[in-house]
């Protein structure tokens, strides 16, 4: 089957190609790249954090309007890389859908119920002809409980994993890396790292992959702990954190 002299599997998000890969699937993917932009999660013994790079393309924009860090419930954050439309259309989702479980069920809806089911929706956009899947990697982050801080990430196909920390974007490969060497370093000390030690790690890890030095404006960072409901930092709080990495350089 051929369109327009090409493969029809090259535009029908249904048909396998011959290598048995669905190439508007892996077109999403691509798509999560086109922002720019690099994001990462870190969690350490009662907090989890997610952090990422904020670029504002006009000088008439005004930065306030401009975030990649959302709060989809008091308990549960998120950060997302790719298409802004599509970020927002899947952040709104989640948030409906938390709605109707704490309606249904009378309790908060706990992150890995939250997870798998948007992760569902999203794998069934890569079934229908009259779908497409959404361009976005969303990071979602909550304090459970009893089972401690919880980072899960879903990409376009559906699939989601948990995570000790993860990286998300166009610097996705060096990001991770720079995380499994901290991880290795620190052994099991990374889980007990303080609400504080959290953050900075994930400054200063995307410091070294983008090699600069951010200012307070140029990131956003989220962070949600056992105490304290899902919230994004202001910029003397990042200010703080950062100059507190400076110092002990």
């Not at 990649?68 to 989640?94: E, H, K």
């Not at 956009?125 to 990430?153: H, N, W």
């Amino acid at each position: 089957m051929s369109v327009g002299g090409n493969l029809g599997h090259e535009y029908q998000i249904t048909i396998f190609s011959p290598q048995g890969r669905l190439i508007q699937v892996e077109y999403a993917f691509q798509a999560v790249k086109t922002a720019g932009l690099t994001a990462i999660a870190v969690k350490g013994k009662d907090t989890a954090v997610v952090a990422i790079e904020k670029k504002v393309t006009d000088r008439l924009i005004d930065p306030k309007s401009v975030t990649n860090v959302f709060s989809v419930t008091d308990r549960i954050g998120a950060v997302t890389v790719g298409i802004p439309p599509d970020a927002r259309t899947i952040i709104s989702r989640m948030r409906m859908e938390a709605a109707e479980y704490k309606f249904e069920n009378g309790h908060h809806c706990p992150i890995d119920v939250l997870v798998a089911r948007w992760a569902d929706l999203a794998q069934l956009y890569t079934q229908y002809a009259f779908m497409r899947p959404l361009g976005v990697e969303t990071i979602c982050v909550s304090v459970d409980p009893e089972l401690g801080p919880q980072i899960y990430k879903v990409d376009p196909a559906g699939q989601y994993l948990g995570y000790k920390a993860c990286a998300s974007g166009v610097k996705e490969a060096e990001t991770t890396s720079q995380l499994e060497k901290s991880f290795k370093e620190k052994g099991s000390q990374h889980k007990e790292l303080s609400a504080n030690e959290t953050i900075q790690l994930a400054l200063s890890t995307l410091q070294n992959v983008l090699s600069q030095n951010f200012k307070s404006n140029d990131i956003e960072v989220g962070v949600v702990t056992g105490k304290e409901n899902f919230k994004k930092l202001t910029a003397q709080e990042i200010e703080e954190h950062l100059n507190a990495l400076a110092q002990r350089d």
